[in-house]
C-alpha cells in the first residue's frame, strides 16, 4: 500500500503446488515470460530474466515447484508506463494459474527486510484452527481493503514424509 518509488525492477516470485515437477515449472515461468514479451513495450523494460526451481524469494522455501521473473526497468523518467502499470498487466493474468500463489517482491530496501509490506503472525496450538482463522482474515481483508493486492500464507501442505527408526538388539 505503498506509494509508486520508481522502481527499477519488478520481481515476480511464482510457487506451484509443491511436488510440481521442474518441467512443469518452466513451461509456467516460459508462459509468463512470453505474457511480457507481449504486453510491455521494448521501451519500456531493459531486460527479462526467469528461473525455475530457485528459491523464488525471502519467504519462499525454493524447489522445483518455484520460479521467478524479474523485470529491469529504465528509469521513471525514461518510460511511460509506472511499475503499477506493469504489475497490473501481470495481475490481470493471475487466474490463467489458479494453482499458482504469485506475489510480487521488491527492490526497495526499506521492504527487502520483511519481504512484505504487512505482515500479520497467528498463533495457536491447532494447525486447523490456525489455517481456517488465516484464510478468514486473508477473506476479510480481500473485501474490506482492496487496495492490497497480493496475499500469501505462510501454511503450505507439508510432502508426505515416512520415518523410520531401526532397533539394531532385534535380529531377523
Known amino acids: 500500500m505503498m506509494p509508486d518509488s520508481g522502481e527499477t525492477s519488478i520481481i515476480m516470485n511464482v510457487n506451484m503446488p509443491e511436488g510440481t515437477a521442474l518441467e512443469q515449472t518452466e513451461a509456467v515461468m516460459m508462459q509468463w515470460q512470453e505474457i511480457a514479451l507481449e504486453n510491455i513495450p521494448e521501451s519500456e523494460r531493459r531486460s527479462i530474466v526467469i528461473s525455475s526451481g530457485s528459491s523464488g524469494g525471502l ?3 525454493g524447489g522445483t515447484h518455484t520460479g521467478t521473473i524479474e523485470i529491469s526497468l529504465p528509469d521513471p523518467a525514461e518510460r511511460s508506463m509506472t511499475d503499477e502499470e506493469i504489475r ?3 495481475r490481470s493474468r ?3 494459474f489458479p494453482d499458482a500463489v ?15 509490506d504487512v505482515s500479520i503472525n497467528i498463533k495457536g496450538t491447532k494447525l486447523d484452527d490456525l489455517v481456517y482463522v ?3 482474515l486473508m ?10 493486492k497480493e496475499f500469501t500464507s505462510s501454511h503450505s501442505n507439508a510432502l ?6 531401526l532397533d ?5
Open 160 to 165: 508426505p514424509e515416512i520415518q523410520l527408526e
Open 134 to 136: 488465516s484464510e478468514e
Open 139 to 148: 477473506q476479510l481483508v480481500k473485501e474490506q481493503i482492496p487496495e492490497i
Open 102 to 116: 504469485i506475489q510480487f517482491s521488491t527492490t526497495d530496501q526499506a521492504r527487502m527486510m520483511t519481504g512484505s
Open 59 to 61: 519467504n519462499s522455501s
Open 88 to 90: 497490473e498487466i501481470f
Open 168 to 172: 539394531r538388539s532385534k535380529t531377523l
Open 94 to 96: 493471475f487466474d490463467m
